[in-house]
C-alpha cells in the first residue's frame, strides 16, 4: 500500500494494491492473503492492518482495478476489518 498525501484534493489517497482490495459496491473491502486462490487473511492480520492505517490522514482508497474505489476510507476499512474478522471467527456460521 501507499499513501498518497496529496491525492484526493490534498485530503490524501490510499492506493491499497492487492492487499486490501475495494468491491464493485463501493462501500466495503476485502481482506485477501491470496484474492487468485481466495486465501482469506487472518482475524490478527487484518485487526493489524486496519490499526496501522487509522491513523493516516486519507480519504479515497483505490484498487489496483479500473473503478475500484472507496471514497469514505476510513470508515470503509473499519467496518470491513469488524465485518472480515467476524466471520472468520465463526460468529455468523448460523447464516449458512
Known amino acids: 500500500m501507499v499513501l498518497w498525501a496529496q491525492g484526493s484534493d490534498g485530503e490524501g489517497s490510499l ?4 492487499t486490501i482490495q475495494p468491491k464493485p459496491a463501493r462501500a466495503s473491502l476485502g481482506f485477501m492473503r491470496s484474492f487468485p486462490n481466495n486465501i482469506p487473511m487472518s482475524p490478527g492480520v487484518v485487526r493489524r492492518i486496519a490499526d496501522q492505517l487509522a491513523p493516516l490522514p486519507y480519504r479515497r482508497i483505490y ?3 479500473p473503478g475500484q474505489l472507496i471514497e469514505e476510507g476510513p470508515a470503509a476499512v473499519e467496518r470491513s476489518a469488524a ?3 467476524a466471520w472468520c471467527r465463526g460468529e455468523h456460521d ?3
Not at 15 to 18: H, I, K, N, R, Y
Open 15 to 18: 492506493l491499497a494494491g492487492d
Open 63 to 65: 484498487g489496483n482495478i
Open 83 to 85: 465485518r472480515h474478522i
Open 94 to 96: 448460523d447464516l449458512t
